[in-house]
């Protein structure tokens, strides 16, 4: 693909259609904009680029790419909306769901190796659904509790006693309240 070819969004790929490879570049209209950020429940979505490359891998493909955003969230701690860029690099693998290169274990799960790379993911079919692998990692990449540069937590007042003997209590200790001596 050109350099600098824009390509619409949501965007997917069939695993015969890559070829030798694609280089694909990414930025979402406004309007597609708004519908991700209420997809990972942000204030907005101010930009999002993202440089996708996908090259073949044994009988599938490896998806990496480069991923830059600003991002409008609410803090966690002070309530207060605050922008955050977000740049991020990513890399998976994808096999096809017929692929004899996903070797099951007896229960059908793929063999994992703690000290090894990820498995790569299984398609449902033969199609790589690209934009789908943009938005994933662009979520990997919020902080899910938010805390505007600055913002500081500050513990709420100790609750006061509400039971029925507090009064009572309050009584005892005062024990002329109208404070006259008499």
Known sequence: MAEGVINPW????????????????FEPDEAARKAIAKTLNLVSLDSLDAEIFLRPWMDGAEVSGLIRA???????????????PVESRFSVRVLPADSENTS??????LALDPEGDD??????GETIDVSGY??????????????????????PPEP???????A??????????????A
């Open 10 to 25: 949501p965007y997917s790929v069939t695993l015969g259609r890559m070829g030798r490879g694609m280089d694909l570049r």
């Open 104 to 109: 099951p274990d007896e229960n059908g799960d």
């Open 70 to 84: 600003r991002v409008t969230q609410v803090c966690s701690v002070s309530a207060d909306e605050f922008e955050e």
């Open 119 to 124: 498995p790569p993911d299984v398609l449902e």
């Open 160 to 166: 006061v006693e509400l039971s029925p003997f507090a």
């Open 134 to 155: 943009v938005i994933e990692h662009l979520a990997l990449e919020l902080d899910p509790f938010p805390r505007k540069p600055g913002a500081v937590f500050e513990a």
């Open 168 to 181: 009572l209590k309050a009584l005892k200790a005062d024990p002329d309240p109208s404070g006259d001596g």
